[in-house]
Structures are given as C-alpha cells and as structure tokens.
C-alpha cells in the first residue's frame, strides 16, 4: 500500500473500527493501492452487506445509493471518523455485495485488500 506509514497501520485500524461496526472487513480500493505514492486523491474504503442486510436497511438504490439519506449519513459520518484516525482523506462507502462483486470485480481491472490487524500471538 502506498499511504505510507504509521497512516498504513492506522488505516488497518479502522478497518477494525468498521468490522466492530459492521460485521464484515473493510477494503482499500482504488487508485491509493497502487505503487505511486503521489497521484491519488483520497483512500478509497468500502464495506460491503449482504444483500439481505442492505434490503434490511434501507440503504437506497445499490447503483446510487447517494439519494439515501441513511447511507450519506454514514459515508459522512465514517470518512470524517476515518480522517481522525488516520489521517488520510478516507472517501468510506457502503456497498452492496452483489452489486459491488458484479461491477467492481478483479476482471474489470480493479483490486481491493482487506483493512485486518493480524495479531501475531494469536496465530501462534
């Protein structure tokens, strides 16, 4: 990742923050996972529902979900959280699954990597 450090490790952190939160891992997507370390504009981080907990909800249209206002507050909310923490301007999103693995998949050119703190005592 090419954020740098500590801002590398404090990123992972909150991905732990929205796992606590959420119940799933978040991803860094997006132009910031590149080998440049100049050239992005923000720290893409997304989580993604399944599909029943996005219904559930009432997240709005997974295409454009910017017209619910549950979903701004929550993209507003966990970015500015997210600048806090680390630093680094976060653009959060929360995404629909499906939607997300159809449209934003490996063999459309993008990548993604999981926001985990890898405890090495309890891997032991």
Not at 26 to 45: F, I, N
Not at 65 to 89: C, E, Q
């Amino acid at each position: 990742m090419s954020v740098g450090q500590p801002q590398g490790m404090l990123l992972n952190e909150f991905g732990e923050r929205l796992r606590a939160a959420f119940g799933e891992v978040a991803y860094q997507v997006g132009s910031s996972l590149g080998e440049k370390t100049v050239g992005w504009r923000d720290v893409d981080v997304r989580v993604m529902l399944d599909d029943e907990v996005w219904e559930a909800s009432w997240l709005g249209e997974p295409a454009n979900p910017h017209g619910s206002p549950k979903w701004r507050a929550f993209a507003i909310v966990f970015s500015d959280y997210g600048r806090h923490l680390t630093g680094l301007p976060i653009d959060f999103q929360l995404q629909q699954r499906s939607h997300a693995n159809l449209n934003y998949s490996r063999e459309k050119g993008c990548n993604r990597s999981a926001l985990i703190v890898v405890d090495h005592e309890e891997t032991k």
